[in-house]
């Protein structure tokens, strides 16, 4: 199986000095869902955030494929967070000012990709995950649940190589939950790299690969 | 190219979608943004449109007219016309004959009215609506058919010497002739000749008066200078100058601060809301949202409602001052108002918009 995400002696120093990580090297597996697991402070957050290209690493860098992906303008950074990344974060993060398939359509517009033909895979995709669609309803009426069904929808919206999930299940019910994680598999499932950091036990037993920090 | 448009078009349509999502963002900057015009419109506006009112009289002909006096001696003739229409600047000129008092020919003890020969009436410019018709033949202004007694604005009037003149119809006077109100005359063709005692000109300008008052002096061929008088509308182009200053400045100084004003406190109120969205902008940039796309998202927000806000505050501005029937700005001082006042809100939310790009996406979307 090819490497596809390589992380090389990666350190990150907060400006006010404190390093949360110091030369770490890691493999995340395309195909696979790894689970990154640890303590509270050991910088699991940071790594997803330096992974999804929204922190520079004070040293070491990120490859994806092959690629080095760590460095370049932050106006290249975005590019490649709207095409190559996914996010799932801990609350959903979505707008509440906008309708569901307006939130599942969002990145369309950051990767300049038509607005109709995201609304149609958005649509397969909430169909997918089971999410009512009801014209202009807005995510404030939906459960939490449902609400992280979305930010997957979102997330899975552009077949992304690399999609990185934040305590994805810490709202969940047991029910919701495993929607979830199936879904993250089954994404892994296309040859993607799955990232998922979490403290939840049900959750690492079904990562494939786990990476203690 | 295609790509490019349809990256404007999208754009374009998230942001009006966020105006339309944002009521409480929008309806703010909408209250502002048309306020501005508002308070700039029955402010300024009105003072420019006073003064626009007020120099539209003082430009009108009876503001840029030479009149030249000439006693019967001073050798003043109506050849003068000629001379004058080779100079520039002029408008209109006309020449009058001495006046002759003539009365209601069936009114012996009728109003002395005074007639006079005239020349140059018979041009368009004038706007007489006649021909020059010979010595016997006369028309008259309102006032001096009424003073005639001559309702029905025909007649015959009868001079001391025994003269009779047949009254055809009424003159039609433009303001600049009224110095020389009552106005009886004898149209005179012109080629004829004779002795002049007053002469109208009327120049293109009220600036050009000035100048043009020694030119006329020139050509009158006086024998006698002494015997001229020279009366003009000088002292009115002075006040015209004076009033379009102090006005312009006033006008200017106010409009400055009202936009300055209130551009400021958009930015301000602009930068608080965006602090109140930040969690929505640190969403977008961690979803791949580049900073320049954020900033054209907020721009382009804004300047869909400053628009409409724009033209609607400059709309119901100038309709306040049609109802109290103050004066109303012309058009093109209107749009240039809602024009500004849209820039002016643009700049002010350049700054909420880089905030906006800015703002941290790990620390917008932790969870505590």
């Known amino acids: 199986m090819r490497a596809d995400l390589v992380v090389r002696d990666l350190t990150f120093e907060y400006p006010h000095g404190l390093r949360v990580l110091d030369q770490v090297n890691a493999v995340f597996s395309a195909g696979l869902v790894t689970a990154v697991t640890g303590p509270s402070g050991r910088g699991k957050s940071t790594l997803m955030y330096i992974l999804g290209l929204m922190l520079r690493p004070t040293a070491g860098s990120v490859l994806l494929q092959d690629e080095v992906i760590s460095a370049g303008t932050d106006s290249a950074r975005s590019a490649r967070r709207a095409r190559d990344i996914g996010f799932v974060f801990q609350d959903a993060a979505l707008d509440p000012s906008r309708s569901v398939i307006d939130n599942v359509v969002e990145t369309a517009l950051y990767r300049g990709e038509s607005r109709a033909k995201a609304v149609m895979r958005g649509v397969e995709l909430l169909r997918k995950f089971d999410v009512p669609i009801r014209p202009g309803a807005k995510p404030s009426q939906v459960s939490g649940g449902q609400a992280q069904r979305i930010a997957l929808c979102r997330a899975l919206l552009a077949e992304p190589r690399l999609l990185l999930a934040d305590e994805p299940t810490g709202n969940l019910d047991h029910d919701s939950s495993d929607v979830v994680i199936a879904a993250l598999r089954d994404h892994a499932a296309t040859g993607a790299v799955v990232i998922v950091v979490t403290h939840d036990a049900r959750v690492v037993d079904r990562c494939d690969e786990v990476i203690q920090l | ?368």
């Open chain 2, 1 to 368: 190219m295609n790509g490019r448009f349809r990256s404007v078009g999208a754009v374009m349509r998230e942001a009006l979608s966020s105006a339309w999502s944002q009521p409480v963002q929008s309806i703010l900057t909408f209250a502002m943004v048309a306020g501005m015009c508002v308070s700039v419109i029955l402010t300024a506006g009105r003072t420019v449109g006073a003064q626009e009112r007020v120099a539209a009289t003082l430009e009108s002909p009876a503001g840029r007219t030479i009149v030249v006096r000439a006693a019967a001696d001073a050798g003043v003739t109506s050849a003068i016309l000629e001379r004058l229409r080779y100079v520039r600047g002029i408008t209109w000129a006309g020449a009058f004959g001495p006046a002759i008092d003539v009365t209601n020919s069936n009114i012996p003890d009728g109003n002395p009215v005074p007639l006079r020969t005239s020349w140059g009436l018979e041009t368009s410019q004038s706007g007489a609506p006649f021909a020059a018709g010979g010595d016997s033949l006369a028309w008259g202004s309102v006032d001096a058919l009424e003073a005639l007694g001559m309702n029905d604005h025909s007649g015959t009037a009868t001079s001391a010497a025994g003269t009779s003149y047949s009254i055809q119809g009424e003159l039609v006077t433009p303001t600049y002739l009224s110095d020389i109100q009552p106005l009886l005359v004898t149209p005179q063709s012109s080629r004829s000749s004779g002795t002049v005692a007053v002469v109208v000109v009327v120049a293109k300008s009220p600036a050009l008066v000035k100048s043009l008052i020694p030119v006329v002096m020139g050509l009158t061929d006086a024998s006698d200078r002494s015997k001229i008088k020279i009366e003009t509308s000088q002292a009115l182009e002075s006040v015209r100058s004076s009033v379009n200053h102090q006005l312009s400045a006033f006008g200017r100084g106010l409009t400055l601060i009202i936009f300055g004003a209130t551009g400021a406190l958009l930015a301000a109120v602009l930068c608080g809301l965006v602090l109140l969205r930040r969690r929505d902008f640190g969403r977008r940039r961690a979803l791949g949202a580049s900073r320049s796309l954020v900033v054209s998202l907020v721009l382009t927000q804004t300047l869909f409602v400053a628009l409409l806000a724009s033209i609607v505050g400059t709309a119901a501005a100038a309709a306040t001052l049609l109802l109290t029937g103050d004066p109303l700005p012309s058009l093109t001082y209107s749009i240039a108002v809602a024009v500004a006042a849209t820039v002016a809100t643009i700049v002010a939310a350049v700054p909420p918009s880089f905030l906006a790009a800015n703002r941290d996406p790990i620390k917008e979307l932790r969870v505590p």
